[in-house]
């Protein structure tokens, strides 16, 4: 998996209840992202971080939260507020601008973490 | 995961037969494309990229062909092998100027299923 470690594997959430994935990579990447992954579906991005302390909004972020306090962490928040979360996210990372034409070249994946509903 | 692929299409190709993958990307103005290969329980992996400037790209028995006028991708598998059976997504992106934050737009997949 590149160096980036997801966990947990699997996950449930109850109803009205916040769930937090984890993310860590010791690539040394500046970049990291969240995808989330449904069925017959291509991965859609609910926030990315370019650097520490800074993220940004993807496409579907209504109902997640991200922090980067750390360049080796990223980790997601779903939150009582995503009404349909059951889904297969996906965390990646990507080396600093100097090896990659742009920052969102050659994405490396961590293994990814199955969130369910009880 | 074992949720990702229900409702993939499905590729089935004799072992060491050549595959062909095809993608059609949305956006005209994207400038970059990159396959992805996905084994069941795993993130997807990089196989290969090509710019717009170019038509075609080799790699390790892979080959991408990209055709602008349609907005056409393609991944051809030379010699499939088993160890080949996986999900393959192809991503877009725009050039940097344009791009809103610099991400990848992906497509929905197709599964590679090698029959031996």
């Known amino acids: 998996d590149g160096g980036i470690t997801q966990s947990p594997k699997y996950l449930f959430r109850k109803e009205g209840q916040n769930v937090t994935l984890s993310c860590e990579q010791n690539?040394?990447?500046?970049?990291m992202y969240w995808y989330r992954q449904d069925p017959g579906q291509g991965l859609r991005l609910i926030y990315y971080?370019?650097?520490?302390?800074?993220?940004q909004k993807g496409d579907i972020a209504e109902g997640y939260s991200v922090s980067r306090e750390k360049k080796e962490s990223f980790p997601l928040t779903v939150t009582s507020a995503q009404k349909n979360p059951t889904a297969f996210y996906l965390c990646?990372?990507?080396?600093?601008?100097?090896?990659?034409?742009?920052?969102?070249?050659?994405?490396?994946f961590g293994s990814g973490t199955q969130l369910s509903v009880l | 995961g074992e949720s990702v692929g229900l409702h993939l299409p499905t590729l089935s190709v004799q072992e060491g037969d050549n595959s062909i993958i095809n993608c059609a990307y949305s956006?005209?103005?994207?400038?970059?494309f990159i396959w992805y290969k996905q084994e069941s329980g795993k993130g997807p992996q990089f196989i290969i990229d090509?710019?717009?400037?170019?038509d075609k790209r080799q790699g390790q028995r892979v080959t991408v062909l990209l055709n602008k006028t349609v907005k056409h991708l393609s991944l051809q598998i030379a010699a499939t092998q088993p160890g080949d059976s996986a999900v393959y997504f192809c991503?877009?992106?725009?050039?940097?100027?344009?791009?809103?934050?610099?991400?990848?737009?992906f497509g929905g997949g197709t599964r590679v299923l090698v029959k031996p």
């Open positions: 991503a877009e992106s725009l050039p940097m100027i344009k791009a809103a934050g610099n991400k990848l737009t």
């Open positions: 690539l040394n990447h500046d970049a």
């Open positions: 956006n005209s103005a994207s400038d970059y």
């Open positions: 990646a990372s990507s080396p600093p601008p100097g090896t990659a034409r742009r920052v969102n070249e050659k994405l490396f």
């Open positions: 971080s370019q650097i520490v302390n800074d993220f």
């Open positions: 090509i710019r717009s400037n170019m």
